[in-house]
């Protein structure tokens, strides 16, 4: 009868070790989710947060996020993954302002596997970084495009600017 209790002990420390089932493990957040995948979609909402509390840290105001401007960030990461090449940045803000969007600004990155990757690029170059900063912006937009059999896999379009004319 003594036995019983003892060999009941190893088995319940090793059931305390076993890891948590799937659905009770804690997920990633989005800013780490790679995008260097087919049904990857960058999470906007949590892009817009995370560069408004770093505008916030700089004093200045808040960006909305943009359907069109979204679009047409959109269709600039897709045209970037089929060119197999980042694309002009100049070219990309005469498009936008074209669309009637003032003083606009443009990030156009390829490489970065996630969001987390890529704001953190965004900041440590100045010319990115002032993208981010930029006192002028209202409105902002970003997408991704994935590409595999490019070296860079996964190609970004940011865009911010001022409300439209």
């Known amino acids: 009868m003594r036995r019983f209790p003892l060999l009941i002990l190893p088995a319940l420390a090793l059931a305390a070790c076993q890891s948590p089932p799937p659905a009770a493990r804690p997920t990633a957040p ?16 949590m892009a817009r947060d995370m560069i408004n509390a770093y505008r916030r840290n700089r004093g200045l105001p808040p960006l909305a996020l943009d359907p069109d401007l979204q679009a047409a960030a959109q269709a600039e990461a897709q045209a970037m993954a089929a060119a197999d090449r980042p ?5 990309f803000k005469a498009h936008l ?9 443009a990030n156009l990155s390829a490489g970065y596997h996630t969001l987390a990757e890529a704001f953190s690029g965004w900041r440590e170059s100045p010319q990115h970084d002032r993208v981010l900063t930029d006192p002028q912006a209202t409105r902002i937009a970003i997408a991704t495009a994935y590409a595999p059999q490019s070296k860079y896999k996964v190609y970004w379009a940011l865009a911010v600017a001022a409300d439209r004319r």
Not at 87 to 91: E, V
Not at 97 to 105: F, L, V
């Open 30 to 45: 989005s800013f780490y989710a790679s995008m260097a995948r087919a049904d990857a979609a960058v999470d906007a909402a």
């Open 87 to 91: 694309s002009s940045a100049d070219a």
């Open 97 to 105: 302002a074209s669309a009637g969007y003032r003083a606009p600004a």
